[in-house]
T-cell receptor, first 116, second 112 residues
Framework: NAGVTQTPKFQVLKTGQSMTLQCAQD?????MSWYRQDPGMGLRLIHY???????DQGEVPNGYNVSRSTTEDFPLRLLSAAPSQTSVYFC???????????????FGPGTRLTVL | KQEVTQIPAALSVPEGENLVLNCSFT??????LQWFRQDPGKGLTSLLL?????REQTSGRLNASLDKSSGRSTLYIAASQPGDSATYLC???????????FGKGTKLSVIP
């Protein structure tokens, strides 16, 4: 049971480049999400999904796209990278109940992205 | 909008000491509260989850309490060890929301 996995661990991009951060989980969780962590800001929600084909925006969605075609995978796409997107990105998964997060959320090891 | 505050931002204690980390939140309509540990350059490890109907949870040397009415949670660490050195994050989930709102964390250093 690998839990939540993320690739790559590190990435350096130039301004304007695009890339996809990968996230996978093997716990059959319907809920998956992406957060970014910046110094002095705490973690902030970018996008989330409550099941295959269902996604929604979080607190800071601009500049990012997501899709969910399978229960296991939830990739995050940067369409045109900007220096302001330099951050550490975490993927998480968990169980929902009704319209809320029922139980503990499990986080991946993170992707450290630098945009020059 | 839910806001989560953790005080102090940093704490340094000698090995063996018992310590308390504090977390406060502005909206008491939470569904649950989760404490995480984050080591430098690493991901988040879940320590304890407290549902809104619970007052406390225990795991080994860790004890987390919740007082919804006052908007506070504490994480008690007994007999601290150098291996406890890390940043501890508190996160709350408001009922009806799919979002965790995080505090900025308390950086703990346990000195041998």
């Amino acid at each position: 049971n690998a839990g939540v996995t993320q690739t790559p661990k590190f990435q350096v991009l130039k301004t304007g480049q695009s890339m996809t951060l990968q996230c996978a989980q093997d716990m059959n969780h319907e809920y998956m999400s992406w957060y970014r962590q910046d110094p002095g800001m705490g973690l902030r929600l970018i996008h989330y999904s409550v099941g295959a084909g269902i996604t929604d925006q979080g607190e800071v969605p601009n500049g990012y796209n997501v899709s969910r075609s399978t229960t296991e995978d939830f990739p995050l796409r940067l369409l045109s990278a900007a220096p302001s997107q330099t951050s550490v990105y975490f993927c998480a998964s968990g169980v929902t109940s009704g319209s809320t997060l029922y139980n503990e959320q499990f986080f991946g090891p993170g992707t450290r992205l630098t945009v020059l | 909008k839910q806001e989560v505050t953790q005080i102090p931002a940093a704490l340094s204690v000698p090995e063996g000491e018992n310590l308390v980390l504090n977390c406060s939140f502005t909206d008491s309509a939470i569904y649950n509260l989760q404490w995480f540990r984050q080591d430098p350059g690493k991901g988040l490890t879940s320590l304890l989850l407290i549902q809104s109907s619970q007052r406390e949870q225990t795991s080994g040397r860790l004890n987390a309490s919740l007082d919804k009415s006052s908007g506070r949670s504490t994480l008690y660490i007994a007999a601290s060890q150098p291996g406890d050195s890390a940043t501890y994050l508190c996160a709350v989930n408001v009922a009806g929301s799919y979002q965790l709102t995080f505090g900025k964390g308390t950086k703990l250093s346990v000195i041998p």
